[in-house]
């Protein structure tokens, strides 16, 4: 179990270009989790994969925003032309759903600087 | 919708001392979990302790329990013990029951307590 994997760490851009985030889930987990935490808050949850399916994307913020989990294993956040308000730590979560109650892990997190 | 309310910005503690963080929550639903979460400075957010509604023993991990008080949506954590490697934010989380409408299983968080241990 080498754990939920995130990258990059950091990334810095500047406003009105394109990013994209990976997430590589605990290989056994069928979930998969975006939040994005801005400073002094709580993660907010964005959107979730079961397997390659993405069940919730209402919640994403804006049109900007997609999430894409193809093979049922790692995912990509992308933010397309990015705003000085999407600085924050974009966090990625994975679980088992099993009907019981496992918990989600979670990666270190990506944490997006705009310029 | 459900909402969780962590109402200690900051909070301090004596090393070997014991802390009492605070979380309320609000639902109309009856099958949730109640969760909290470790997250030090600049790493990775960690499961401390997790509690089912429909149980009423209080759950404990170690130097870690909660005080599940299901009627008052109260859910606060107890540190023993304090350690400086305790230091951290810690968030009160809520999840709808897996069986509750084909729950989606995110999490709703509070905005966090900052735990400060002093040697």
């Known amino acids: 179990d080498t754990g939920v994997s995130q990258n990059p760490r950091h990334k810095i851009t500047k406003r009105g270009q394109n990013v994209t985030f990976r997430c590589d889930p605990i290989?056994?987990?069928?979930?998969l989790y975006w939040y994005r935490q801005t400073l002094g808050q709580g993660p907010e949850f964005l959107t979730y994969f079961q397997n390659e399916a993405q069940l919730e994307k209402s919640r994403l913020l804006s049109d900007r925003f997609s999430a894409e989990r193809p093979k049922g294993s790692f995912s990509t956040l992308e933010i397309q032309r990015t705003e000085q308000g999407d600085s924050a730590m974009y966090l990625c979560?994975?679980?088992?759903?099993?009907?019981?109650?496992?918990?989600?892990?979670f990666g270190d997190g990506t944490r997006l600087s705009i310029l | 919708a459900q909402t969780v309310t962590q109402s200690q910005p900051e909070m301090s503690v004596q090393e070997a001392e014991t802390v009492t963080l605070s979380c309320t929550y609000d639902t109309s639903e009856s099958d949730y979990y109640l969760f909290w979460y470790k997250q030090p400075p600049s790493r990775q957010m960690i499961l401390v302790i997790r509690?089912?509604?429909?149980?009423?023993q209080n759950a404990t991990e170690n130097r870690f329990s909660v005080n599940f008080q299901k009627a008052a949506k109260s859910f606060s954590l107890k540190i023993s013990d304090s350690q400086l490697g305790d230091a951290a934010m810690y968030f009160c989380a809520y999840r709808s029951g897996m069986n509750y409408g084909g729950s989606q299983g995110n999490l709703i968080f509070g905005k966090g307590t900052k735990l400060s241990v002093k040697p």
């Open positions: 979560a994975s679980s088992q759903n099993d009907g019981s109650n496992q918990p989600q892990h």
């Open positions: 290989s056994e987990h069928n979930r």
């Open positions: 509690q089912e509604a429909y149980k009423q």
